[in-house]
């Protein structure tokens, strides 16, 4: 297993909830990152991505000002902090990486990305 992820659960809707997601190897933190999601019978879905160095993110509309995204390079890692979740926050949540040469791009799209989690349930009740 190269990413993993953790964090989900059930919670409140207007309550909180942070994901994580570790990379097995030390050449993850040379990486883009993003979080997909994905709602029964959906298509998956962006949410959240960060650049390289950690500079740069991008955010769906539907999470912007709620989710925030952040990495840890020294421990390959990866955060999504998700605040004021709502019923339609809830999916099974993946987050991505891929290598990156330039240091300040993020990726919006599920195929820019090579590695993956397994995903985390996150279930927001209402």
């Known amino acids: 297993v190269q990413l993993q992820a953790s964090g989900g659960g059930l919670v409140q809707a207007g309550g909180s909830l942070r994901l994580s997601c570790a990379g097995s190897?030390?050449?993850?933190?040379?990486?883009?990152w993003g979080w997909f999601r994905q709602a029964p019978g959906m298509e998956r879905e962006f949410v959240a991505a960060?650049?390289?160095?950690?500079?740069?993110?991008q955010y769906a509309d539907s999470v912007k000002g709620r989710f925030t995204i952040s990495r840890d390079n020294a421990k390959n890692t990866v955060a999504l902090q998700m605040n004021n979740l709502e019923s339609e926050d809830t999916a099974v949540y993946f987050c991505?990486?891929?290598?990156?040469?330039?240091?300040?791009?993020?990726?919006?799209?599920?195929?820019?990305?090579?590695?993956w989690g397994q995903g985390t349930q996150v279930t927001v009740s209402s």
């Open positions: 991505a990486s891929n290598y990156a040469r330039l240091m300040d791009v993020v990726r919006v799209a599920s195929t820019q990305y090579e590695f």
């Open positions: 190897r030390r050449t993850f933190n040379q990486h883009a």
């Open positions: 960060i650049s390289r160095n950690g500079y740069n993110t």
